[in-house]
C-alpha cells in the first residue's frame, strides 16, 4: 500500500513531543517544554511558519542558516520535481556523474581564487572531516590548528577542533595533533605554526558561537602564515558562505584572501536535500589522490546524489536571479542600525556586530543597581540563562524564533533567511525594542520567567543546562554553526 503523507501528517498532528519523548530525544524535548519552546509547526513558506493553532511566525533563525532561500521554495521544488519526473539514474557509483559536474563548475566560479576540484559531501561536519584527512594527506603533518569558541561540527574529527568543551566532554580520546588559539591573534597563530608540525588552520571567517567578526586583515594575513609555513588554510563557510553576510563568502570581505580549501554546506541544499562541498587546490588533490589505485580512497555513498546536486544547483540560480546578496546587504543594515539605535537607549546593549545577515547583540551588565542585581540573579542560576530573557518573549509575545550564540555566550544570533524585507526587519527592530523595554523593568514579568527557567536548571541540570540554553547548529539543542 503507497504511503499516504498527507494523511499521515494530518494524524499525527501535534504528536511531536510525545513521539520525541518515547523515541528519539526526551531530554531536548524537555528542554523545550522548560523554556516555552514547545511548539508544533505544521506549515511553511519563505521567511515564515505557522504552528498547529495557524499562528504565523517570523522565522529569524533559518533552521541554523539552512534556509537562505526561504522555506520550502517554489524554485528549488519545482527544479527538484521536474527532475524526479526525467526517471534520471542516480547513484550509478561506477559512472561520472553529470550534475556533479555541472555543480562544481558553478561553485569554482563564485570562489574568490583559484581552486581546481570539488568533493561533494552530505553536511558541514562531512565536509569538515574531508578538509583534515586531505590537510593531513597532503602536507604529510598531523596537528590542526583551530581558535576558541569555534563550531566545525561534532563528529569525532570535526569535534577535536571544536572550541568548547561542554560538547567535548565525555568523547575522548580526540584526534592527537590539534592546537586551540585565541580568534583573531595573528601572533598566537604563527607562534602555533612555528612547531613545524601543523597541516592546517580551520576557521569560520565570522565566527557563529558569539558572532566574533575578525579584525581587518585577519584573514588575508592569516592565509599567508600558513602558506610560509607550509599548512594549509582553510576556509569553514558553512554557515557564512552563500551570500549569508552579503557576499557568496565571508572571507571576501578581506580582501585578497586566497584559501587552499573552503567547505560549504547548509543552504547550499535550498533546505530540501542535504548537500555539502569541499573545494580545493589542485596540488592538495593529487596528493590525496595519487594514483588510480586510489581514486577512491576518499568517496562517500550518497556524496554525488542527483536530487542534491539539483538542490545546490537551483540554490545557486535563485541566490543569483533574486539577486540575494543584494538584500542581505541592504536588510542587515537596516536591523543592524536599527538596533545600534536601541542601544544607546538600553543598558543591557553592550554591542551589535553584523555583517550581512549574520547579526549578534551582545549583552553585559548594566550600571543601574537595580538591573545589575537581576543580571546577577540571572548568570548565578545558570550562566546560559540571561539571554533567554530575550528570546522567550520574541517567540511567545511577538513570535519571532530566535537563538542564543553559544553556551555561557550573552549574545543573541540572528540568521534568517536572506529572503526577508523591509516590513520583516522593521517588525523584529519594534518588537524587540518592546522585549527591552519590558527587560528593563525589575522585577518585572520577565525576570518572573527567568527565576523559573533558571531554578528548574538547578534541580535538573542535565536537562536544562547541558541540553543547551544556548545555541547554532541542529545538533547543539538550543545552542550554536
Known amino acids: 500500500m503507497t504511503l499516504n503523507i498527507k494523511a499521515l501528517l494530518q494524524d499525527a498532528a501535534g504528536e511531536n513531543y510525545r513521539l520525541h519523548e518515547a523515541h528519539v530525544n526526551p531530554r531536548f524535548s524537555k528542554t523545550l517544554h522548560t523554556i516555552g519552546f514547545d511548539r508544533c509547526y505544521t506549515r511553511s513558506e519563505g521567511q515564515y511558519l505557522w504552528d498547529i493553532q495557524n499562528n504565523r511566525y517570523l522565522d529569524m533563525l533559518a533552521g541554523y542558516g539552512v534556509f537562505n532561500m526561504g522555506r520550502n521554495n517554489p524554485d528549488i521544488q519545482h527544479a527538484l520535481i521536474e527532475f524526479l519526473n526525467c526517471d534520471y539514474p542516480s ?36 565536509g569538515i572531516e574531508t578538509a583534515i584527512k586531505f590537510a593531513r594527506c597532503a602536507t604529510g603533518r598531523a596537528g590542526i590548528i583551530h581558535a576558541r569558541k569555534s563550531f566545525h561540527g561534532l563528529s569525532n574529527g570535526s569535534l577535536s577542533i571544536n572550541g568548547d568543551n561542554l560538547f567535548r566532554e565525555g568523547f575522548g580520546p580526540l584526534l592527537p595533533g590539534c592546537v586551540e588559539i585565541p580568534f583573531n591573534d595573528l601572533n598566537a597563530l604563527e607562534d602555533a605554526l612555528a612547531s613545524g608540525k601543523i597541516g592546517a588552520f580551520v576557521v569560520e571567517p565570522i565566527q557563529g558561537k558569539g558572532v566574533n567578526i575578525p579584525d581587518d586583515g585577519y584573514l588575508r594575513n592569516a592565509a599567508a602564515l600558513c602558506r610560509h609555513h607550509g599548512a594549509l588554510f582553510i576556509a569553514d563557510e558553512v554557515q557564512t558562505g552563500m551570500g549569508r553576510t ?23 541544499s535550498g533546505g530540501l536535500v542535504p548537500v555539502g562541498a569541499v573545494l580545493l587546490r589542485k596540488w592538495i588533490y593529487e596528493k590525496v589522490f595519487s594514483s588510480m589505485d586510489r581514486s577512491v580512497v576518499h568517496s562517500s555513498t550518497f556524496g554525488q546524489g542527483s536530487l542534491a546536486m539539483v538542490a545546490g544547483l537551483a540554490s545557486l540560480a535563485y541566490l543569483d536571479e533574486k539577486n ?10 537596516i536591523i543592524g542600525n536599527g538596533l545600534c539605535l536601541l542601544q544607546e537607549r538600553f543598558e543591557f546593549i553592550h554591542d551589535i556586530r553584523w555583517r550581512g545577515l549574520m547579526i549578534g547583540i551582545e549583552f553585559a551588565k548594566p550600571g543601574t543597581f537595580s538591573l545589575n542585581c537581576a543580571w546577577q540573579l540571572a548568570h548565578k542560576l545558570n550562566k546560559s540563562l540571561f539571554p533567554q530573557a530575550i528570546t522567550i518573549p520574541l517567540l511567545h509575545d511577538h513570535r519571532i524564533l530566535t537563538q542564543v550564540a553559544g553556551h555561557h555566550i550573552d549574545v543573541i544570533k540572528l540568521i534568517p533567511p536572506l529572503i526577508i524585507n523591509e516590513a520583516d526587519a522593521h517588525y523584529f527592530l519594534t518588537s524587540f525594542e518592546q522585549v527591552m523595554v519590558n527587560l528593563h523593568k525589575f522585577p518585572g514579568p520577565l525576570w518572573e520567567v527567568i527565576s523559573r527557567i533558571g531554578k528548574s536548571a538547578l534541580d535538573q541540570p542535565a536537562t536544562v543546562s547541558a541540553g543547551g540554553l544556548g545555541g547554532d547548529n541542529n545538533q547543539h539543542g538550543l545552542q550554536n554553526a
Do not use: C, W
Open 324 to 333: 540575494l546578496l543584494e538584500n542581505a546587504k541592504h536588510i542587515g543594515a
Open 246 to 268: 552579503g557576499r557568496f563568502l565571508a572571507l571576501e570581505h578581506d580582501g585578497d584572501v586566497d584559501p587552499d580549501m573552503v567547505v560549504l554546506s547548509k543552504s547550499l
Open 91 to 126: 547513484l550509478v557509483q561506477m559512472e561520472a556523474p553529470l550534475l556533479s559536474g555541472l555543480l562544481a563548475e558553478q561553485l569554482k566560479k563564485r570562489m574568490p581564487n583559484q581552486l581546481d576540484y570539488v568533493y561533494f559531501t552530505n553536511s558541514g561536519t562531512e
